[in-house]
């Protein structure tokens, strides 16, 4: 029975048996690179994920984004305005402003508002572009220019366009990011 033994551990393989050796140690082999790289990965996208969560351009790219936004939709409300409806336009200039520009807004008299009402035209404010030039999250203060297009239409008149650049200073209030100043840029003649 020893004799057994020893012939069959001396035995040479075969060929089926050597393949199906080499080819679970090549699966084995594949299995283990495909699991050290996706432990890899792992440590990785775990890393990145929480480098990312704590990271402080994602909140300053955030303010921007809504200083942006803000900025633009309140440049539209200040440079628009009917005159079928003074009173409702001064309103959304009040909610889109504050600081000395609110103030200045607010001290609008009746006179001016008849006047407005007398000159029968509409006035719509297009932003085209826009940029914020300036953050300050700490100070909550922001700059942005806009470049506005103002489609004023009288009656009984065809709609005319001016393109105006601004300057706008936007400030952080409980309501949100609002106008603290607008102010038209001149454009040179070229």
Do not use: C
Not at 7 to 30: H, I, K, Q, W, Y
Not at 70 to 91: F, P, S, Y
Not at 114 to 141: F, H, M, P, Y
Not at 146 to 154: L, M, R
Request: glycine share 8%; charged share 25%; hydrophobic share 40%.
């Amino acid at each position: 029975m020893a004799s057994e033994i020893a012939s069959d551990v001396d035995a040479p393989e075969t060929g089926d048996t050597a393949d199906s050796r080499r080819g679970r140690n090549g699966f084995l082999a594949v299995a283990i690179a495909i699991l050290a790289f996706a432990a890899v990965f792992v440590g990785w996208a775990g890393w990145s994920w929480i480098s990312a969560s704590n990271d402080d351009s994602l909140e300053y790219a955030s303010a921007r984004d809504e200083v942006l936004r803000a900025g633009r939709q309140h440049v539209i409300e200040l440079t628009t305005l009917d005159h079928d409806n003074v009173d409702k336009g001064i309103a959304r200039w009040l909610a889109s402003s504050t600081g000395a520009l609110r103030d200045e807004l607010a001290s609008t008299d009746a006179k001016t508002k008849k006047s407005l009402r007398e000159a029968k035209t509409v006035a719509n404010g297009k932003v085209l572009d826009a940029a914020v030039t300036e953050l300050d999250l700490d100070a909550g203060t922001a700059t942005m220019l806009a470049s506005v297009e103002i489609t004023v239409s009288e009656q009984g008149s065809e709609p005319t366009s001016q393109r105006n650049r601004f300057t706008v200073q936007l400030a952080r209030t409980d309501g949100g990011w609002k106008l603290s100043a607008l102010d038209q840029v001149p454009v040179g003649n070229s």
